[in-house]
């Protein structure tokens, strides 16, 4: 069972910058993943940050393009950690950040896919604040 597990989260002033990672388990190198995060602020939806596939494709949500990098370790051809690399942080960017993973996928075109796209994999999230 794959399993997700994310960190680097914190509280940092508007300006500032964090990297999140997601330590993966029991991700088969055989199977072409995705891997996402997203983010949710209290009392609104559910954002799509940014993706990348195995072959290391990335897209981003207009969001992140410009501040955001997402990035991932493929040591040994298995993947092991996802980040999130996140500058010039905003108070708009607070929120709990969720990594995400699909088998089968691959990013198309630099875009993100539409959000009712199922991801089966799903961390339990690391908490961000900005502060002005």
């Known amino acids: 069972q794959v399993q997700l597990v994310e960190s680097g989260g914190g509280s940092v002033q508007s300006g500032g910058s964090l990297r999140l990672s997601c330590a993966a388990s029991?991700?088969?190198?055989?199977?072409?993943?995705?891997m996402a995060w997203f983010r949710q602020a209290p009392g609104k939806e559910r954002e799509g940050v940014a993706l990348?596939?195995?072959?290391?494709?990335?897209?981003?949500?207009d969001l992140a393009k410009g501040r955001f990098t997402i990035s991932q370790d493929n040591a040994g051809n298995v993947r092991n950690t996802l980040y999130l690399e996140m500058n010039a942080l905003k108070p708009e960017d607070t929120a709990t950040y969720y990594c995400?993973?699909?088998?089968?996928?691959?990013?198309?075109?630099?875009?993100?896919?539409?959000?009712?796209?199922?991801?089966?994999?799903w961390g339990r999230g690391t908490q961000v604040s900005v502060s002005s």
């Open positions: 029991a991700m088969s190198p055989s199977i072409n993943y995705c």
């Open positions: 990348i596939d195995r072959e290391g494709a990335t897209g981003y949500t």
């Open positions: 995400a993973a699909r088998p089968w996928c691959s990013v198309v075109g630099g875009l993100f896919p539409p959000l009712d796209m199922r991801w089966d994999y």
